[in-house]
């Protein structure tokens, strides 16, 4: 990376408070292999800023002043740093080294795949062995007479973007399992994402059936009739299609869009409206330019608000969640969950149904576990989604983002519920980002492995524990009414902020 | 007065009534001069729901009685009570909550309706219920109110050189509005304040409200000079304002209207201070909104808070639509103004606007809660109250005769004291451990203000209060809620004094919607209530482990 680097220091350079443009810290820029750094030149403060270069999002040089050229600098985490540089020369090679620096072409340019994997090789094994999402299956009872673990995956032969380790119902045959793949987008079968003991329902989740106008498939039929079959005493499922009905309709001029209600017995089908990525991705850039307008009046700011339509998209998430929990809660009927590939906005209902279900879900070491299991090892494209590599811009959309903020509203209304502050999701999310870890490069679980990340980088999860302190909220108690069962948050628009 | 000539039916039985958080309950229902009473006997137990009338904002009505009238003229219709007949009274409170009540029998609901109606709008304000409220724990005899002008004086001694207290007013000729004793510069004599008073807008000249220590500078306030058309001038009111900076250079007079407002009430006699007249103060203007559109501001933003059905959309344009929240950022706006010239750049300041009763208050309050850290204790905060509000005329009769849900013509309504609430509470949620005081007390004040079992905010100013009787006949409510059993519950778990002032945001992000008093009737609150008593015990928990 050093190479990138034209000029590794700057002095004379002017920090700029941006709610206070007049203050400004002068100090030195320094440009290293993994951070810009600014080191503020008073001698009995030396503040220090730091910037990783993964979290920048862009750099912009606005006209150049008398006074020199100014910097600033987005980062994905929605910080803005104001810099000015005396010498135009010099901000230009700033601008350029670190455009180049945010953008790494291969996966090894990364920080966590920057330092030596042996120096602490013993820490580095344990840090990955910190979670286990198979105990975490066992431990909502899952295999048992109802659910099974199926090697139809083992070497991703069916499924690429899925974990090799699968649960699908006990009367699922091979044939129909592979069938049942065979007829879905990118291969992603229904499997079980989580079993409630309570009610013996189920949420699973897929892609969109290869359906088409009229195509069908007996072996996906009979998948679904075997999860009907693994909920006994239920005469139905529901299939929630996570997308605007209008968007699914589309979809089967492609060959691919939803169940026909005919063709399959006993499913009843629903459809949510969440948007898809693109739209996401430009609702995110429309709310954070709010944020930066210089003196908004509080009429420009709700406009803002409004037309970014940001909260609208957090609401349809945790509606779908909500629609999820009550069928899985109180109705006892299983859920199969798909949106187009089954990759975003499946795995944000499912997470977040999952959260509202699932008191340990609440707890710090649950939420990782949870994003381990419908993030990670479900095939979420975190590296397409969230910029790791320069790549195509139309892949990027804040999908766990949402999710996260779904958390963040729902401990907004329940301030007991939840382990961890809010400190915790604002650190998940800079991870999720950073590359300072493995956990969340690449695309999906095989891509991980074929990279070896498990030999060559440390995972996140234990340094997260470690400094579980600063993370804890005061206010939860395992014992409290809030702890405790399913969470029913009220969706109405006014409870969102 | 008879209450019980309003009353045509007193008791009804078997009505059902509804309200937020609680099953639908049956029993019977009683009317008497100021309350509703209903209780139901469910075996052992029996429950009792007591409703002051004055809290009822509006009451909407609706009778089925299709039967009832076939059968009044039929042969044995006179002795027969129609049977099926009935009515809905839906009581919409002024503190937000909606009740239901059904009641079997028509006419007895039209009574009811009736007696509600009549009896929830007294405007005698010895009728009122603070009159009859006589509770065991307390004694007429107890002390009413907190402080007096001459005890405040005696205890800010720094300012005595310069400043003295005038009873000038005692009789509350000079000023009706006015307290009978006020701060004003030592140099100044009470028949100079009388040429004054003269020549500001209902008496109120330029008195001190806050004294800053640290740079001796002053907050005044007083209504606007009456310089009309011609541009009037009192040679008075400007040595009275020379005296006030006396030699220090500049001060600062922030008008909470536009320029042009200000610039259109010379014609109805009003005015600003002119450059020319008053050389060595520098006009700013802030326009706060009052009257009328605060409280259609008020009206919408409940309606918006009421309507469950809209999407995020339409919420949100209705929220900005209600500019409740825009009123509220201008007002910490204005007192963060107000309150920099005072600390950060060392100059005295007169806020007026033009009656100096409302938004005058609302940027001087608010001003001293970010100045003063004695302010902000459970004591100073009501203290600031009593002093800034209560004894300094804000119109407490007239604005809240009516809250959100009254159908009524609006008249003087206005919910300044309800916004300045509001802005506390935003201070409050930026700077938690600043203030010693919870939100359960500002919900508590924003109840009280509209119905109350106490006098404290009856009438319109102090001489009004005096001349009811309300100080020898009533209980004050700011000496309950100091009581000991009281105490705990209005205080911040978490305060801890700070001498600095608090600088509030005043970035749009910043502010949010006040959800304790617009959502209260919400399932929402229930959550959050439940977090501030955990938090609570914890903090207690916390204090006993040390």
């Known amino acids: ?497 | 007065m008879e209450f019980s000539e309003h009353i045509k039916t007193a008791n009804v039985e078997d009505v059902v009534l509804r309200r937020p958080f609680h099953p639908p309950m049956q029993g019977t229902l009683c009317v008497t001069g100021h309350h509703l009473l209903f209780s139901n006997r469910d075996g052992d137990s029996s429950r009792l729901v007591l409703l002051l009338l004055r809290n009822i904002d509006a009451i909407e009505k609706s009778v089925e009685n299709l039967l009832g009238y076939s059968s009044l003229f039929s042969s044995t219709g006179q002795s027969q009570r129609p049977s099926v007949s009935s009515g809905t009274i839906t009581l919409k409170c002024k503190d937000l909550c909606v009740l239901q009540l059904d009641i079997p029998g028509m006419e007895e609901c039209l009574n009811i309706a009736r007696s509600i109606e009549y009896l929830s709008s007294l405007d005698i304000v010895s009728d009122m219920y603070p009159f009859f409220y006589r509770p065991l724990k307390l004694s007429l005899q107890d002390q009413w109110g907190l402080s007096s002008p001459e005890q405040n004086y005696a205890q800010m001694e720094e300012l005595q050189d310069r400043w003295r207290l005038s009873h000038v007013n005692k009789d509350y000729s000079v000023c009706p509005s006015y307290p009978p004793a006020v701060i004003v510069p030592h140099s100044i004599d009470d028949e100079t304040l009388v040429k004054v008073a003269k020549f500001r807008q209902g008496g109120r000249f330029p008195v001190l409200c806050y004294y800053h220590r640290k740079n001796g500078m002053v907050i005044m306030r007083s209504s606007q000079p009456l310089t009309g058309a011609n541009r009037k001038r009192c040679r008075e009111d400007e040595l009275l304002l020379q005296a006030v900076i006396d030699g220090s250079g500049l001060g600062y007079i922030i008008d909470t209207r536009s320029n042009q407002q200000a610039q259109q009430a010379r014609m109805t006699g009003g005015g600003f201070e002119s450059k020319s007249s008053y050389s060595c103060w520098k006009r700013l203007h802030r326009q706060l909104e009052r009257g009328k559109v605060l409280q259609e501001s008020l009206i919408k933003l409940v309606e918006a808070c009421g309507d469950h059905s809209h999407s995020v959309d339409r919420w949100l344009s209705k929220l900005e639509n209600s500019k409740w929240l825009s009123h509220v950022h201008t007002a910490l706006a204005t007192a963060g103004l107000l309150a920099e010239c005072v600390e950060r750049d060392g100059h005295s300041v007169l806020v007026h606007g033009s009656e100096g009763t409302d938004a005058t208050l609302l940027v001087s309050s608010l001003a001293q809660l970010i100045l003063d850290p004695n302010t902000r204790t459970l004591d100073g905060f009501l203290g600031l109250l009593e002093r800034e509000w209560l004894l300094a005329g804000h119109p407490f009769q007239h604005r809240c005769a009516h809250s959100a849900y009254s159908h009524a013509r609006l008249r003087l309504e206005a919910p300044v004291f309800v916004l300045l609430l509001d802005c506390v509470w935003q201070l409050a949620r930026q700077f938690p451990l600043a203030m010693g005081f919870s939100e359960p007390l500002l919900l508590r004040l924003a109840r009280e203000v509209y119905a109350s079992d106490y006098g404290t905010f009856l009438c319109n100013s102090d001489q009004e209060r005096c001349a009811a009787g309300v100080k020898e006949r009533t209980h004050c409510l700011f000496q309950f809620l100091l009581k000991p059993s009281e105490r705990e519950h209005y205080s911040n778990p978490l305060y801890e004094p700070t001498e600095l002032a608090i600088w509030p945001s005043i970035q749009p992000q910043s502010l949010q919607l006040w959800r304790g008093l617009f959502l209260r009737w919400t399932q929402h609150a229930v959550h959050l209530e439940k977090a501030q008593e955990e938090l609570r015990n914890l903090v207690i928990e916390c204090r006993g482990a040390s």
């Open chain 1, 1 to 497: 990376m050093m190479e990138h680097i034209r000029t590794p220091k700057v002095e004379n350079v002017r920090l700029i408070d941006r709610t206070a443009p007049r203050k400004a810290m002068v100090g030195t820029l320094y440009l290293s292999a993994t951070h810009t750094i600014f080191v503020e030149n008073n001698p009995e403060t030396r503040r220090e800023t730091w910037v990783l270069h993964s979290m920048v999002a862009s750099v912009e040089r606005p006209p150049t002043t008398p006074s020199g050229s100014h910097l600033v600098v987005h980062t994905k985490n929605f910080q803005v740093v104001q810099l000015l540089i005396p010498q135009e020369r010099d901000a230009m090679d700033v601008q350029a080294s670190l455009a180049r620096l945010s953008r790494p072409e291969k996966y090894s340019e990364l920080y966590c795949l920057s330092i030596n994997p042996n120096a602490n090789k013993e820490e580095r094994e344990e840090s990955w062995s910190f979670l286990d999402l198979q105990a975490d299956y066992r431990r909502m009872g899952v295999p048992n007479n109802l659910w099974v673990s199926t090697p139809a995956n083992s070497e991703y032969r069916v499924c690429d973007t899925y974990p090799s380790e699968l649960f699908v119902p006990k009367s699922a045959t091979p044939p129909v399992i592979v069938g049942s793949s065979k007829f879905r987008s990118r291969g992603r079968l229904p499997v079980l994402t989580y079993f409630h003991q309570d009610t013996l329902a189920a949420i699973c989740r897929c892609s969109q059936p290869l359906s088409g106008f009229s195509a069908r498939s007996q072996e996906d039929e009979q998948m679904l009739e075997a999860i009907m079959k693994s909920n006994p005493g239920s005469d139905y499922i529901y299939v929630v299609d996570t997308r605007p009905k209008l968007n699914a309709m589309a979809n089967r001029a492609a060959g691919k869009g939803y169940e026909n209600e005919d063709h399959y017995a006993n499913i009843k089908l629903q459809f949510i409206g969440i948007e898809n990525i693109h739209v996401m991705r430009n609702s995110q850039q429309k709310i954070s330019d709010v944020g930066e307008l210089k003196t908004p009046s509080m009429g420009d700011f709700l406009w803002g608000l409004e037309s970014s339509g940001w909260l609208k998209h957090i609401k349809a998430v945790l509606d779908a969640g909500v629609f999820i929990a009550k069928a899985v809660a109180e109705e006892g009927i299983s859920v199969v969950v798909h949106c187009s590939d089954g990759w975003d906005r499946t795995a944000q209902a499912c997470s977040v149904a999952s959260v509202l279900l699932e008191p340990y879900y609440r707890t710090m070491k649950g939420l990782m576990l949870l994003i381990e299991r419908d993030w990670v090892s479900f095939g979420h494209k975190f590296s397409h989604r969230y910029n790791h590599l320069e790549g195509d811009p139309k892949e990027v959309s804040p999908v766990i983002d949402q999710f996260l903020e779904c958390v963040w509203q729902l401990s907004e209304q329940f301030p007991c519920a939840f382990e961890f502050n809010e400190r915790f999701l604002v650190q998940l999310h800079r991870h999720v980002y950073s590359c300072q870890y493995g956990n969340f490069l690449g695309n999906s679980q095989k891509e991980r492995r074929d990279m070896g990340l498990r030999e060559r980088t440390h995972s996140l999860w234990p340094q997260l524990w470690k400094d579980r302190a600063q993370y804890a909220n005061p206010l939860y108690r395992a014992d409290h009414t809030q702890t405790q069962g399913i969470l029913r948050p009220n969706t109405t628009p006014y409870c969102f902020k």
